[in-house]
């Protein structure tokens, strides 16, 4: 089948999140089972600076409202992957995060910026698109290019299917009523059973209605927003639409993430080589200005330092984790208060926490490698793509039953499945315990070897998922 795969983050060039990974790993798993994909992505800085023989392949026009003709240039990725980049410099030739300007605030003008994107999406799904290859589905993901599946419904023509994936429930793309003219909708889009959300048009309800199917990123994540608990407000919508809502459940790139063979780490090692393991944690706390000893758990945490992580109940019980004794590093970034209360911490405990405010990629893979125990306390988890790298590094991950955590760790009172640690309340007290226990397990070696045995024995790869996706486009094409 022809798909096209519609992202505003591509990995490893534009990156915030789990979206930019899944559009990086996904359409490769795809192309391995025969699939022919195209990855639609804005023409940011690095894209254009990775890419700089781009060649232009058509000028989509007519679009109305206000938006601008775009030019559509391809390229080539490394793995020869196709690319399809959209570029509009006045839109996305900007620094930094592809939504956040310097000041720390949206874009002023990001429903023009993502409704070019959804648009040129639509165009191309569409009897209006010039080139030679039409996709069978048009595959969106989150709110950024949710309107393509409105553009799709009021094109008249021959259409591709839209599959709409949602990566995070929480952010909706919500803008006034004017968007509606500027961005060339009709006025019959604007009603409940529409793009139309409490007064506001919202990106992410349009792909939730237009949508042909709508799929999360894991199991239990499509079951949770469903819930008026978990729903953000949409979750009445997803309730109408449950026959066409689905979830499949992330993969991992095995290559990227591959303790075996990763050049990040001091020491490659494997499931049958988990000593060498020890090499990592040392080269780590040396790194970090830790004090170098073996004989206390190292806790990680690489991730958005923000409340829907959970950081602030890790920051609530760190004394007693501290007073356990245990050592901590945290690598990330976020809210402004939740990163000054880390750096704060780091300060008060030199030598047995460390804080790295920022990201870097290769010390993520290094601190996955050389703590003993990943600390992922999330309030709500779509999927969750740091756990299964613990997994495979052997670091047995502390995790709440939600989302795809709860899909993915098995707690440690399972002797057959074990890989971690499960606690259920969003509590500070509920973690503190979940950590007690997991401090206590690495100090039982055979328990400890047995858990990391579990984790690295698991299949994370995208191979599975790309299957289960291969399944539903065929559902919605009908094809064999």
């Known amino acids: ?30 192309r391995a089972l025969g699939h022919d994909v195209r990855v639609l992505v804005p023409a940011y800085p690095a894209m254009s600076k990775s890419f700089p023989d781009a060649a232009e392949i058509a000028r989509p026009q ?12 391809q390229a080539f990725a490394p793995d020869g992957m196709p690319l399809l980049l959209l570029d509009y410099p006045h839109y996305f030739d900007r620094p930094g995060n592809p939504y956040i300007g310097p000041e720390g605030r949206d874009w002023l003008d990001n429903h023009l910026r993502f409704g070019l994107l959804s648009r040129v999406a639509a165009w191309l ?6 080139l030679d290859w039409q996709p069978d589905i048009v595959h969106c993901h989150d709110w950024q290019t949710g309107l393509a599946a409105a553009y799709l419904h009021y094109l008249p023509g021959r259409r591709a299917k839209c599959l709409f994936t949602l990566h995070n429930l929480a952010f909706q793309g919500l803008f006034d009523h004017a968007s509606l003219f500027e961005l060339g909708l009709p006025d019959a889009a604007w009603h409940i059973e529409g793009i139309e959300y ?12 237009y949508a042909d199917a709508i799929n999360t990123v894991s199991p239990g994540y499509a079951r949770e927003i469903q819930t008026d608990e978990e729903g953000m407000g949409m ?13 499949i459940l992330n993969g991992i790139d095995s290559k ?8 990040h780490l001091a020491t490659n090692y494997g499931v049958r080589r988990l000593e060498l393991k020890a090499a990592n944690k040392s080269a780590l706390q040396a790194e970090l200005g830790l004090e170098q000893r ?7 945490v690489v991730s958005r330092l923000t409340e829907q992580k959970g950081l602030d109940l890790l920051l609530e019980v760190a004394p007693q984790v501290f007073a356990l004794p245990a050592q901590l590093v945290v690598l990330g970034s976020g809210t402004p208060a939740l990163e000054h209360e880390c750096a704060a911490l780091a300060r008060q405990h030199r030598g047995q926490c460390a804080v790295t405010i920022g990201f870097d990629e290769a010390l993520a893979h290094r601190i996955e490698a050389g703590a003993d125990i990943f600390v992922m306390p999330s309030r709500f988890e779509p999927c969750g793509l740091n756990q299964m790298y613990s997994l495979r590094y052997g670091t047995p991950p502390v995790v709440r039953a939600t989302g795809g955590l709860a899909d993915t760790v098995v707690d440690a009172a399972d002797p057959k499945h074990g890989n971690g640690f499960v606690f259920g309340p969003a509590t500070a007290p509920a973690l503190l315990q979940a950590l007690r226990r997991a401090t206590a397990a690495w100090r039982d070696p055979v328990l400890w070897r047995r858990l990391q045995q579990h984790g690295m024995a698991r299949d994370s790869s995208w191979a599975d998922a790309a299957r289960h996706y291969a399944a539903l486009y065929q559902r919605l094409t009908g094809s064999p």
């Open 198 to 209: 409490y007064g506001y048009l919202s990106f992410l309800k349009a792909g939730l209605q």
């Open 125 to 130: 799904g569409a009897e209006s698109s010039t």
């Open 62 to 73: 007519p679009l109305g409202g206000l938006l601008p003709t775009p030019v559509l240039k």
């Open 1 to 30: 089948m022809k798909i096209l795969f519609v992202t505003p983050e591509l990995a490893p060039w534009v990156k915030t999140g789990g979206l930019g990974d899944v559009a990086g790993a996904l359409p490769a798993a795809l």
């Open 294 to 300: 073996a004989d206390l758990p190292l806790l990680a």
């Open 256 to 263: 990227a993430w591959n303790p075996a063979t990763d050049r």
């Open 235 to 247: 979750a009445g919508l997803l309730r109408v639409h449950a026959g066409k809502l689905s979830g």
